[in-house]
């Protein structure tokens, strides 16, 4: 089953929705890292999830995007493609992970996530 395990606010301005998600919610706000601002929503004793802020690619200027992790990627975007989703980044691979972006059949923008 495809868990949510993160968001992820795009903004053509992540340090300013940075500094309003911190002053009005208490987010806890890290370092940039690839331009993308981790964020602590809460204690991780209490239901909720994590996310990260930054600037929003071209594609995907502005909006929130979930990320559901899942067991193969690659399987994962075949199905979704299959199902009517559309691939706006195939697969990327970072130090810990792979990540996919797409859109579903109804123009939610999704993130796909392998851990390794």
Do not use: C
Not at 23 to 50: A, L, M, Q, R
Not at 60 to 82: C, L, M, N, W, Y
């Amino acid at each position: 089953m495809g868990r949510v395990v993160l968001f992820d606010l795009s903004s053509q301005d992540p340090e300013r929705a940075a500094e309003f998600y911190s002053n009005v919610f208490g987010w806890k706000v890290g370092e940039s890292n690839w331009g993308y601002y981790p964020v602590t929503t809460g204690d991780d004793d209490k239901p909720g999830i994590h996310g990260g802020i930054s600037k929003g690619p071209q594609d995907f200027p502005h909006g929130t995007r979930i990320q559901i992790a899942v067991d193969d990627i690659e399987d994962s975007i075949r199905k979704s493609v299959e199902a009517g989703a559309q691939i706006v980044r195939d697969k990327m691979e970072f130090d810990e992970f792979y990540l996919a972006y797409l859109v579903d059949p109804v123009g939610n923008g999704i993130g796909l996530i392998e851990y390794k």
